[in-house]
């Protein structure tokens, strides 16, 4: 073989085999990002199903509320990295009276911080008893979120809101009495 020739049998070699690779990749790429929407649209209906069992909120109930300590819903306080979510359990023997020293509500609260990709799957999740007003959350800000944190606080607060209202979850802003 001539110098000359080298070069040119080498380009002959790798094109195809560099084509062949990005092809290749590309076409993975696609094929995983449509599989992952799709299981994603799947996590979502059967997060609907569920919590289509919950009956539609009460207004005239939930609009009356402006404390977050009297909020009995599920409630959202959106940070930087995460979501802490609030549940109060109901009450298992409400014919003895509301709570009591036996049954505190404070007993009944479990608190639980979850990553915004997991919001349609812990809200599905809650039982039925702990939605009195129906299929309205409580979604708040923290108080104190340092300045440079508020951009990142705000993009989740949409995206939250925005879950939220796909899975036919009103949202309510307890402390503005804003429904969003």
């Known amino acids: 073989m001539t110098r000359c020739s080298l070069p040119l049998v080498s380009c002959l070699v790798l094109a195809p085999l560099l084509t062949v690779f990005y092809g290749c990749h590309s076409h993975t790429f696609s094929e995983d990002a449509e ?22 909120p009460s207004k005239s109930r939930f609009m009356a509320i402006h404390t977050a300590e009297s909020w009995e819903n599920p409630s959202i306080t959106v940070e930087p990295g995460m979501l802490e979510l609030r549940v109060t359990v109901a009450d298992p023997t409400p014919q003895l009276g509301s709570g009591g020293m036996l049954r505190p509500v404070a007993a009944r609260q479990q608190e639980l911080n979850i990553s915004l990709d997991k919001l349609d799957e812990a ?38 809101v925005r879950e939220l209202n796909d899975l036919g979850i009103v949202v309510y802003d307890v402390r503005d009495g804003i429904v969003r």
């Open 123 to 160: 809200v599905s999740s809650i039982p039925e008893s702990a939605w009195p007003y129906g299929r309205v959350v409580s979604v708040e800000e923290p108080t104190n979120t340092p300045a440079k944190a508020e951009p990142q606080v705000r993009r989740n607060l949409e995206v939250t």
């Open 35 to 56: 599989q992952a929407r799709a299981e994603r649209n799947a996590e979502q209906d059967s997060a609907r199903q569920q919590l289509d069992m919950i009956p539609p």
